[in-house]
């Protein structure tokens, strides 16, 4: 059984996420979603919130499931007895920190390879952080967050 971890913030997830997710489905046989609980800045959603909304964007892709960790992250995939760590590349300026990220993996746990997946175009723009500062100044962020998700961003900043 071949178990890949997706590890982020989902501070909400974007459709970019759960892109990845639906892809990373396809090549493993069990995707765990693992949101960080490590967050340095206060969260629009709480752990709790963000698994919640994630596990409903998720439903129906069978093998996947989602959980949360704090501490180190291949702790985590380890302990899952994972063998990838899966994360998504939108541009040239994600590589750089997540290049450092997976060689100081791989130096902790040889056995856990990360894996990159390209964005898919329509979604390389995206990001939560965005997202929120977008809704949070009025604009539409309709398509670029599952629907339960943009629903809750605008209850939040009603
Ligand atoms: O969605 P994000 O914020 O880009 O996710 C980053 C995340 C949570 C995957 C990354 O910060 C992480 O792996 N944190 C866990 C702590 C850890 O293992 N740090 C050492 C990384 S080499």
């Known amino acids: 059984?071949?178990?890949?971890?997706?590890?982020?913030?989902?501070?909400?997830?974007?459709?970019?996420?759960?892109?990845?997710i639906e892809r990373s489905a396809l090549l493993?046989?069990?995707?765990?979603?693992a949101v960080s609980n490590n967050l340095s800045k206060q969260p629009m959603f709480s752990i709790?919130?963000?698994m919640a909304l994630l596990s409903?964007?998720?439903?129906?892709?069978?093998?996947?499931?989602?959980?949360?960790?704090?501490?180190?992250?291949?702790?985590?995939?380890?302990?899952?007895?994972?063998?990838?760590?899966?994360?998504?590349?939108?541009?040239?300026?994600d590589f750089e920190y997540e290049l450092q990220m997976a060689l100081m993996n791989r130096k902790l746990q040889p056995d856990i390879e990360t894996v990159f997946m390209m964005t898919n175009s329509k979604y390389s723009y995206l990001s939560s952080s965005l997202v929120k500062e977008v809704a949070?100044?009025?604009?539409?962020?309709?398509g670029l967050v599952p629907e339960p998700i943009e629903e809750e961003i605008l209850k939040r900043l009603r």
Request: aromatic share 6%; proline share 4%.
């Open 48 to 50: 709790e919130e963000r």
């Open 56 to 93: 409903k964007a998720c439903e129906d892709i069978p093998n996947v499931e989602v959980d949360s960790f704090s501490g180190l992250l291949i702790d985590f995939a380890k302990q899952k007895k994972a063998t990838a760590i899966i994360k998504g590349l939108r541009a040239v300026s």
């Open 28 to 33: 493993f046989d069990r995707v765990i979603v």
């Open 136 to 142: 949070r100044l009025g604009g539409c962020i309709k």
């Open 1 to 20: 059984m071949r178990i890949a971890v997706c590890p982020g913030s989902f501070d909400p997830a974007t459709n970019g996420h759960i892109d990845i």
